[in-house]
């Protein structure tokens, strides 16, 4: 197979969403002379709306600033495609090219930004990304906001996130990065007195520095 088609449970592909996508690669080479390496779609929730659920820029220099910046817009839509560096694993078309090169997903990841690990490491070595809006991908469910520590996840997400800015931030990304994030969250679990949870929050981040210091096959 030349291509991977990745879906969540969750997610269901409108019925031409692949030929748009396929479409969409025979133009992109002919146009640009570039072979996309992922293919991403516009997603919708059940009841039509837009989800701006993917970052045209992720940040790995500058300390005081999320990772995610610029999200894509509906402004964006008008456009055939466009390139981008972050998306979700829901409905992305992956050339098997690109697993060859750089591996699998990172299984220690478990939940949240095990996607953003991976537009990483395809960043890292000059890959496309493209976005196609008119290649549309519905949310099935209802998208429920809670509060991060009730979910029950919050340790992944912390570890996670500080995983990534050490694997892949420049030195003051690094260095500052973790500790002002880490620590804002900290701040606030006090402000509550929730001292349970700053416990988890201090051994979250020890976790994410664990996980950068580990050798770690993408292979197997």
Do not use: H
């Amino acid at each position: 197979y030349d291509w991977l088609w990745l879906m969540d449970d969750d997610v269901k592909p409108d019925n031409k969403c692949l030929e748009i996508f396929l479409e969409r690669i025979k133009e992109i080479y002919n146009k640009e002379n570039i072979k996309p390496t992922v293919v991403v779609g516009c997603k919708y929730d059940f009841e039509g709306k837009f989800l701006d659920q993917e970052t045209k820029k992720l940040n790995t220099s500058n300390p005081f600033k999320n990772l995610y910046q610029n999200t894509v817009s509906k402004k964006d839509l008008f456009r055939n495609y466009f390139l981008i560096e972050g998306f979700s694993f829901e409905g992305p078309l992956i050339s098997r090219n690109i697993i060859q090169k750089i591996g699998f997903p990172d299984k220690r990841f478990f939940i949240w930004a095990d996607d953003t690990d991976f537009c990483l490491r395809i960043k890292k070595i000059g890959g496309k990304i493209y976005y196609i809006p008119n290649a549309k991908v519905v949310r099935m469910n209802k998208l429920i906001a809670t509060p991060l520590f009730k979910t029950g996840r919050a340790q992944f997400l912390i570890r996670n996130l500080t995983y990534l800015d050490l694997k892949y931030g420049n030195l003051f990304v690094k260095i500052f990065r973790p500790i002002i994030k880490n620590g804002r969250i900290l701040l606030g679990r006090i402000y509550r007195r929730d001292f349970k949870n700053c416990k988890l929050v201090i051994s979250s981040c020890c976790q994410g520095t664990r996980m950068y210091l580990e050798e770690y096959n993408y292979f197997i």
